[in-house]
């Protein structure tokens, strides 16, 4: 039978289960808690089907104005934008397992306009500051000189000026989802590489930082993306470079089922992965890939040692760090610009480049052994206004213990 007249025996089935009432058989559509891409969808097969199957049929979706953009063996699923048609097809479809809206996501960052370089300070140290100064230069960060060397740290963001004087040529262009032209034209991503891995503002200084963009220059981007860019970063590591990585996603998304299982599929595969916790002052599983088990989910702290007013909270949080008036890398005419942002996109990076650091200082392990390991540097119980349900577990790297 032709694709046409299949089709169409699908709509007149379609038609008949209305009538008779018999809609349940229809695979459901997920709900969505954000705004979505018009006509994008995600959508898992189950074990048992053939990818290749489902590819030869949307093949012939793309005659039907539907066209896949992403296929990923490692998650069983693809993405695209689907005709009324297409997507009924698929919804009938004993081969498929979930279905689920693209939606669009944004960063977890606030922007201000002050200096600072405490946050270094506050992770190599078991005792409150003595200052609450956000803005003095004089602050000492404790390090091993190993410094995170021979580990790639992923940033999945906005994309990075890998020309910044803070990356002293460790910063190479990895690739771009979504069309966007190599670069960073919003700044996020280059701010987020200088806490992780920058001479001066940097955890992990001597980590190397490969900028994966999935984020326009007003800073959205699509969840399809960010499951491509996991994907792709995983396999680069795992088949390609063989070095230990970590990825690093200071970004929030709808809660999705997919996103949170590539993150999953990552980690098994042995890539470390961090992500923010968000800024809505609210539960850490409102938005993805901070909710996905398999990563690190990651608070924000202030200078005086307090949760963040905006940091999402709750038992999925595995880890605070400073967050509040962060200096560092930044775009702009020259490759020595800076800005202070703060954010749960800021306190991220801390720990992607302390997990960097640990992999180089003591050899890479299993992302859940890399997580007790820095929850026994981490001074328990210091911070204020943690809920009871929540880690109240403070970044370190042990320097100084």
């Known amino acids: 039978m032709s694709f046409r007249l299949r089709l169409a025996a699908l709509a007149l089935a379609f038609v008949s289960a209305v009538q008779a009432g018999t809609l349940g058989s229809l695979v459901q559509i997920k709900a969505a808690k954000g705004p979505v891409v018009p006509n994008a969808y995600i959508v898992t097969l189950k074990p048992s089907a053939q990818l290749s199957t489902h590819r030869d049929i949307l093949r012939t979706f793309q005659r039907a104005e539907s066209d896949v953009k992403y296929e990923w063996a490692s998650l069983h699923a693809f993405a695209g934008t689907f005709s009324d048609d297409a997507l009924l097809a698929l919804r009938q479809s004993d081969d498929v397992a979930a279905i689920e809206p693209d939606t669009v996501g944004g960063v977890d960052a606030l922007m201000t306009q002050t200096d600072a370089i405490w946050n270094l300070q506050r992770i190599s140290q078991v005792a409150k500051l003595a200052s609450n100064s956000t803005t003095a230069r004089n602050y000492m960060y404790t390090y091993d000189d190993s410094a995170g060397a021979g580990v790639d740290i992923y940033v999945v963001d906005s ?27 919003f700044g996020h991503g280059t701010h987020v590489a200088g806490t992780a891995a920058g001479k001066t503002f940097g955890v992990a200084k001597k980590a190397n930082i490969i900028a994966v963009r999935i984020l326009s220059n007003n800073g959205s981007g699509q969840m399809s993306d960010c499951v491509a860019a996991i994907d792709w970063a995983t396999q680069q590591a795992t088949t390609l470079t063989f070095r230990p990585s970590v990825i690093t996603i200071s970004l929030h998304f709808p809660p999705s089922d997919v996103l949170d299982a590539a993150v999953t599929n990552a980690v098994n595969a042995g890539v470390h992965l961090t992500a923010s916790a968000g800024n809505g002052a609210s539960s850490w599983d409102t938005q993805s890939p901070g909710r996905a088990a398999a990563a690190i989910t990651v608070g924000a702290t202030d200078i005086n040692d307090e949760m963040s007013y905006y940091s999402n909270f709750g038992a999925g949080v595995d880890i605070f760090a400073p967050g509040d008036s962060i200096l560092s890398s930044y775009i702009g005419s020259s490759n020595n610009e800076t800005v202070v942002m703060s954010g749960t996109s800021m306190s991220t990076p801390h720990v992607a480049g302390l997990v960097a650091y640990l992999v180089g200082l003591e050899g890479n392990k299993p992302t859940s052994e890399i997580l007790a390991r820095l929850k026994e540097f981490s001074p328990d119980g210091i911070l204020t206004g943690v809920p009871s349900d929540t880690n109240n577990e403070l970044a370190d790297n042990g320097a100084t213990l």
């Open 159 to 185: 994309g990075v000026n890998v020309n910044h004087t803070e990356f002293e040529g460790r910063a190479s262009w990895g690739t771009s989802f979504g069309g966007y032209p190599v670069g960073d034209g």
